[in-house]
T-cell receptor, first 112, second 114 residues
Framework: DAGITQSPRHKVTETGTPVTLRCHQT?????MYWYRQDPGHGLRLIHY???????DKGEVSDGYSVSRSKTEDFLLTLESATSSQTSVYFC???????????FGPGTRLTVT | SQKIEQNSEALNIQEGKTATLTCNYT??????LQWYRQDPGRGPVFLLL?????KEKRKERLKVTFDTTLKQSLFHITASQPADSATYLC?????????????FGKGTHLIIQP
């Protein structure tokens, strides 16, 4: 898994509560990504980072924010979780050298 | 709008045969195309990348073709084995370098039957 961990791996939360998911990498990769995966939609990009404190929005960024204060950590925050944010969230990293993306094991989030 | 389409139905192949998966795209001019494998409960794993100026790429039992005129990539697994059963994802980098993320197809579920 290219040294990528995600925490928590599973979480159940209630509508309206804030949630933060963490991605940690040990590969010193500059680029990091958050995707969500839902049946019928495939993987969709939420936000990405191209360096410490440098982030940008992806295709489905509404309701999500991110922060990257260190190269190894990329946090995804749901300020006020909604049932539509029930999904599996994957973190990924990328190097310019090879173009391939390395994915973490995923976090299954259920919003009740 | 930009679109990536993969076989939506599961693909059942007998062990030992060649499995062929299709990825079609519209409104893209990708510099390259990637294929990933995803097993249940796990993150995708990179398999192969093919560039726009390459017609074919091979890696062991895997072969990928890329036809930018047809806007199509074919992914072949020869001498298929039950262990090849998984979901296979096609991905494009809209802006070429992929640094600002990939766009994925929904994936094709491949089942190799003994």
């Amino acid at each position: 898994d290219a040294g990528i961990t995600q925490s928590p791996r599973h979480k159940v939360t209630e509508t309206g509560t804030p949630v933060t998911l963490r991605c940690h990498q040990t590969e010193n990769h500059r680029y990091m990504y958050w995707y969500r995966q839902d049946p019928g939609h495939g993987l969709r990009l939420i936000h990405y980072s191209y360096g410490v404190k440098d982030t940008d929005k992806g295709e489905v960024s509404d309701g999500y924010s991110v922060s990257r204060s260190k190269t190894e950590d990329f946090l995804l925050t749901l300020e006020s979780a909604t049932s539509s944010q029930t999904s599996v969230y994957f973190c990924a990293t990328h190097t310019r050298d090879s173009y391939e993306q390395y994915f973490g094991p995923g976090t299954r989030l259920t919003v009740t | 709008s930009q679109k990536i389409e993969q076989n939506s139905e599961a693909l059942n192949i007998q062990e030992g045969k060649t499995a062929t998966l299709t990825c079609n795209y519209t409104n893209y001019s990708p510099a390259y195309l990637q294929w990933y494998r995803q097993d249940p409960g796990r993150g995708p794993v990179f398999l192969l990348l093919i560039r726009e100026n390459e017609k074919e790429k091979r890696k062991e039992r895997l072969k990928v073709t890329f036809d930018t005129t047809l806007k199509q990539s074919l992914f072949h697994i020869t001498a298929s084995q039950p262990a090849d059963s998984a979901t296979y994802l096609c991905a494009l980098a809209p802006s070429g370098g992929g640094a600002d993320g990939l766009t994925f197809g929904k994936g094709t579920h491949l089942i190799i039957q003994p």
